[in-house]
Structures are given as C-alpha cells and as structure tokens.
C-alpha cells in the first residue's frame, strides 16, 4: 500500500475565493487521481492527474473551475476555483501503479473535508 | 461511460449473521472491481478486489464473488462484528482508454445491531 497525506484536512471559505489541496504520497506511483465526494453522496472523479502534462478531466469538470498539478510522481494539487456553496464537499486523492493491460490497485488519502459559506 | 448500481442503500444485519451487498456494472470491458469501506470522517479503505480472470476470492471473514456474463459482483462479510459498521462502496475499472479511474456505486450503510 501506499501512505498518502492531503493538506489541509479540512477549511472553510468564503464563497469566490479559490483553495489549493495538496497531495503527497510517500513512494513514487503511476497514478494519481482526484474524486469529489459531495455530503453523504458516493465518489466522483474529477480528473486524473498527469505527471508533466495537462490533466484529463470527467465529464461536467473543467479546468478553469479545477485546475490541476502534477510536477513529479509523489506530489499532486487541485485548485477549486471561485467556489460556490455548492462546492462544499470531500475532496480525496488516489493513486495506484498502473501494471500493464491490468488496472490497479488505488489506495485512497483521507480526503479535505470544504466548507463554502 | 461505466454505470455502476449498488444495492442495498442500507443493511442491518445482527452481530454474527452474514451480510451481503449487491452490485451491477454496465461496461463488459471492465476488468476490475474494487470494494471500499469508509468510516465517518476517513477516506475510503481498500478491502478487497478481484479481477476479471478470476470468479471468487477470499481473504478471512470477506469474500467476493463476480459473474461476468451477468455483469454482477458480490460482497460477503460472515461472522459481522460491530467494527464491520460503515458505508461499503462496490467500484469498477478498467474498460479502455488509459485512465481506469474508478466508477462508484451509490453505497450501502451497513449496520450491525449487538
């Protein structure tokens, strides 16, 4: 498995402003990707997160609403931009090691648990 | 893209009595089916998987089982106890296209009453 820290656990912002969340993981991975977790809702994925390139997006996600980083293979952010009371969610990283032709394994962060007044 | 249905929304099994959680997916290219438990306020635990090549696994109290033709795949815990109480979340993965992220079920709220 993999350790994987998100920064900050939790905060509450003022609707317009924008949040960076940062994740880091204690060993080098293939993958890295961002869900949402809208209150009491199951798990949506934003985006996964490409080291050295732009990240690819989900449908209904947009990278001028969440911008992406990846600078190397143990550290991502994701922005939420202008936020609105409806960004008010979980938001969680995962990663994994992609192995060939097979999926693999994704251990998940503890989430940044947003708060938009 | 992938539809992932999950069934049932909550389960209250008594303490020692088996319980059972029930998905579907749409995509017959998917090729991996990860279950997730997450407990208030943490992210979600990984705590079992099983791949398209492979019909049943095992591991202690917790096995699941995966019929591909009929695109179902199935979570059994035996012997609950009252730490097995938490939301569990069925996912899948891997149809094509390089990023197998995972698709989601709604989760099921599973309740062990003493």
């Known amino acids: 498995s993999a350790v994987i820290s998100q920064k900050p656990s939790r905060d509450i912002c003022q609707r317009g402003t924008s949040l960076t969340i940062q994740c880091q993981v204690d060993?080098?991975?293939?993958?890295m990707f961002w869900y949402r977790q809208q209150p009491g809702q199951s798990l949506t994925l934003i985006a996964t997160?490409?080291?050295?390139?732009?990240?690819?997006?989900e449908s209904g996600f947009v990278i001028d609403k969440f911008p992406i980083s990846r600078p190397n293979l143990t550290f991502s952010t994701l922005t939420v931009s202008n936020m609105s009371p409806e960004d008010s969610s979980i938001y969680l990283c995962?990663?994994?090691?992609?192995?060939?032709?097979?999926?693999?394994?994704?251990?998940f962060g503890p989430g940044t648990r947003l708060t938009v007044l | 893209g992938e539809n992932v249905e999950q069934h049932p929304s909550t389960l209250s099994v008594q303490e020692g009595d088996s319980a059972v959680i029930k998905c579907t997916y749409s995509?017959?290219?998917?090729?991996?089916f990860p279950w997730y438990k997450q407990e208030l306020g943490k992210g979600p635990q990984l705590i079992i998987d099983?791949?398209?090549?492979?019909g049943e696994k095992k591991d202690q109290r917790i096995a699941v089982t995966l019929n591909k033709t009929a695109k179902h795949f199935s979570l059994h815990i035996t012997e609950t106890q009252p730490e097995d109480s938490a939301v569990y979340f069925c996912?899948?993965?891997?149809?094509?296209?390089?990023?197998?992220?995972?698709?989601f079920g709604k989760g099921t709220h599973l309740i062990i009453q003493p």
């Open positions: 995962s990663v994994g090691r992609r192995t060939p032709q097979l999926a693999d394994t994704q251990y």
């Open positions: 060993s080098q991975v293939t993958m």
């Open positions: 997160a490409n080291q050295g390139s732009e990240a690819t997006y």
């Open positions: 995509d017959s290219a998917s090729n991996y």
């Open positions: 099983i791949r398209s090549n492979v």
């Open positions: 996912a899948a993965s891997g149809s094509g296209g390089g990023a197998d992220g995972l698709t």
